[in-house]
């Protein structure tokens, strides 16, 4: 009986060692996805007094792949003294962690008889929606949604000219 108990105790332990062993790998892959996933975003930044720049970046440790931006309530907006659209970008084939790219320079110069004058963004919060890909073949995207914020920038803007 003595040896019976002894193959009762190992058959035992060999399954708990088999579960506590898938466990770890699961928790293991977890990590590794999580490590290398990617992370686009987008936001403004306060160039000059004069001009804010729209970019997106990816905050993550992946690379991001094939991102596109869907706008939810667009506007008009001056850049070189030439009105464009805020619907859509273009999509951004790739970026690298810590990467960021330039998606508009919008000039705050205010031309009242143009639409897109800093007058006109003053009231805009932009929602833009980010899907993107951590492989270049993937099907399935993830998405990150954002939201522009031009009065706060607007309102440094302003104080900052106030100050020079």
């Known amino acids: 009986m003595d040896g ?5 105790v190992q058959a035992v332990a060999t399954i708990a060692l088999v579960v506590v062993t898938a466990l770890y790998v699961r928790l293991t892959n977890k990590l590794v996805k ?13 160039v000059s007094n004069y001009h804010l720049q729209v970019y997106v970046k990816n905050a993550g440790a992946g690379i991001a792949y094939n991102i596109d931006f869907e706008v939810e309530n667009g506007f008009k907006y001056l850049e070189g003294g030439i009105v464009k659209s805020f619907e859509k970008f273009d999509t951004v084939v790739q970026l690298a962690p810590q990467q960021e790219k330039s998606l ?11 639409p897109g004058s800093a007058r006109e ?7 833009v929606k980010i899907t993107y890909a951590d492989t ?29």
Do not use: E, W
Request: charged residues 20%; glycine residues 2%; hydrophobic residues 40%.
């Open 4 to 8: 019976d108990s002894a193959l009762y």
């Open 34 to 46: 999580a490590q290398t996933a990617s992370l686009p975003y987008m936001d403004i930044h306060l």
């Open 121 to 127: 963004l003053m009231n805009k919060v932009v929602k």
């Open 136 to 164: 270049p073949q993937a099907r399935s995207k993830g998405s990150v949604s954002c939201s522009l914020d031009f009065p706060y920038y607007l309102t440094r803007a302003s104080s900052a000219s106030k100050m020079l």
């Open 104 to 114: 508009a320079l919008i000039s705050l110069i205010d031309n009242p008889d143009k």
